[in-house]
């Protein structure tokens, strides 16, 4: 059963840092790209970053030089600095792999809440 789960979240003051962690089980992970998305009520998911097994990396503008994406082979990290109250969201682990047929595989996690006081 593959599995992905989130942890790090919570409540910190604008300024602030956050490390968020997500451990996947159930499948090899490392030819998966990895990546990070939020999305707060009445909006769509956005994507935050994203990482793949060669450790190329890619991120969002409104989050670049503040966030820094990492990965192991089973885990994917990102470490969130200088925050801001716009970066409230519940954040989700996503694992990918897509194939030269065309399907994709994709996994989520259950999300963990960042929330950024001004």
């Known amino acids: 059963q593959v599995r992905l789960v989130e942890s790090g979240g919570g409540l910190v003051e604008s300024g602030g840092s956050l490390r968020l962690s997500c451990v996947a089980s159930g499948k090899d992970f490392t030819v998966y790209t990895m990546g990070w998305f939020r999305q707060v009520p009445g909006k769509e998911r956005e994507l935050v970053a994203t990482?793949?097994?060669?450790?190329n990396t890619d991120y969002s503008p409104s989050v670049k030089a503040r966030f820094t994406i990492s990965r192991d082979a089973d885990a994917v990290y990102l470490q969130m600095n200088s925050l801001k109250p716009e970066d409230t969201a519940l954040y989700s682990c996503n694992a990918r792999r897509r194939w030269p047929n065309g399907r994709v595989n994709d996994y989520w996690g259950q999300g963990t809440q960042v929330t950024v006081s001004s």
């Open positions: 990482i793949d097994g060669g450790r």
